[in-house]
C-alpha cells in the first residue's frame, strides 16, 4: 500500500494479483465513492510508463468500456515515490508480458475502401494505438483486389503473430484466403481436393472497419466503432470460427467466413459491383431491382447431414488428416520435430458415401451463413463456432412474402427462416447441381447457358460449372475479438 496523487487527490494504491486499486485517501460519503474509487485491471492495460523521471510520475493507459459496446483507451497519471512509480510499472509490465498479445502484426489498408478513407482512419486512430501498446508494424497499402493473397503466399510467416484487414469484409476475406492457401501449400495439403481437411491457422486475423458493409466486425464486436476493433486486437483475445470452402471441377475457387449464397444473392452482390461509383449506398438501392427481376432455378442437391456426420479415421488418408499451424513465435528447435511446416496432424473425421442425401427442388436461392445465427431476446446472435451449417433453400414464393423474409434477415430479426416457402438443412457439406443449366459446345465440352454467381464474404464469383460443392471446416480460423457467450 502506497500513497499517490492523481489529478491533485491523495490516493492510496493497492496492487493487488490482477488489479491495482486507487481509493481516496480521505473519507468521503458513500454516494461520492464510486466517483473516485478505481480499479484498473491488469489485464485491461495498454501501456504503463514512467513519464517523466524528474517529476515522479507513472502514467497507466487503460481500456474502459462505453455504451453500445465500445471500448475507449484512458490515461491515469500517478504521482507516488519513485519506488512506487517503479513497482507500479514492473508488476503491470510482468503481468502484461505473461500474456497472449501480439508484438509483430501485418497489417494490410485498402484505400479504396468505402469512402476511401481507410489511410487516413489508419494513420489518425489505429497507427497512434499501436504505438502506445509498442506492436510493430509492418503495413502494405493494397492497389488491387487480391493483392492480400499473392503477398501471403510468400511471407515470411515467422516474422508475425497476427493479420490486420483495414477495409471491408472483401479485404478481411482476401486475407484468409491468403493464409489458409499459404498454410495448405506448407502443410502438404491439396486445397483443390474437396475431400481434403484443411490445415488450422493459429495466426489469428482481425479486421478494423473501414469499409461499405462490415457485417462481420459487427458480428464479432457488437459496433463498427474503429477504436473498438484496434483495442480488441491490441488485448490480443481471439476466438476460433468456422470457415468454409467452395469447390468447381475439383479447384478451390474461395474460402468464406461470413456468407455463401447462390442464386438471388449472388445476382444482388453482382449487380452492385456494377455501381461501385455509388458508394456504400448501392447496397440499400441495387438490391431491390435485382430482387423484382427474380427467377427460380431448378437444381439437384446432395448434403451431409449434421447429425449423421461419422467418424472412421481409416477411411481418410494422412494427407487430408486435419492439420494444426503452430504460432509464429514457436520454437525453432520443436519445428524441426513436425513432419510439415508449422502444422501438426490431427485426424478428423471422415465420410461414407452412404451419408449423403438427395432432394430436387426449384429455388431462388440456396444460401449458407458460415458464422450462424441463434435467436435469444427477439433478435439474433452470432454463433462463429456452430457444429454445423445451416443451408436454406428459398422456394416459389410471391414477391412481398420474399421482402418481408429479406428484412428480417437484414436486420437481424427472429423467425428470419420461419417460412413455409424456406427449406432448412443443418449438414456439413453439400453439393448444387443445375438442372438443364448448360449444353454443349462444339468442341463436345459444356458451357453455361445462362451466368449464375456465388456471393462469397461480398464477392460475386461467377459459377464456371453447371456444379458447385460447400464444406464446413470447424474453427479453422482464429479472429481478434472476444465473443460473448
Known sequence: MSEANINSKKYVVRMLSEKMVLEPFTKINFSEQKFYKREIMYKNVVSVKISCESCQCVRVSHVVSRTNKRL???HCDIRAAESTCR?????????IANLTRPK??????NPLSGHKKSVKIYRAKVLPLFNLAGIHTQTIETSRCGEPIDLLSTFDLRLIHGIVSIGGDGMFSDCVNGLLSRLQTDSGVDKNDPDADITTSNIPVGIIPTGSGNYLVNYIHGTKDVETATLKIILGDHHMSNVVSLHQEQKLSRYASLLMGFGLVG???HDCEKFRWLGPSRYNVVPVATLTQRKLVDVHVEYVPAEEKKSNHSLIPLKYSRQ???PASHPTKNRKLLPRLNSVPVEPPAFNKADWRKLDCSVYGVDTYVVTQREKGGSLVPRFADGALTLWLTERCSLPEHVEQLSRLQHAKAGYLDFDFIRQVRTTRYRVKLKDASSKNSEGGRHQKKKYYINVDGEAI???THEFEVKLHHCAMPIYGKIDS
Open 72 to 74: 475507449r483507451t484512458e
Open 87 to 95: 513497482d507500479i510499472e514492473e508488476r503491470i509490465s510482468s503481468f
Open 104 to 109: 509483430r502484426l501485418l497489417v494490410f489498408v
Open 267 to 269: 445476382r444482388m452482390m
Open 324 to 326: 494444426v499451424s503452430l
Open 462 to 464: 461467377e459459377l464456371l
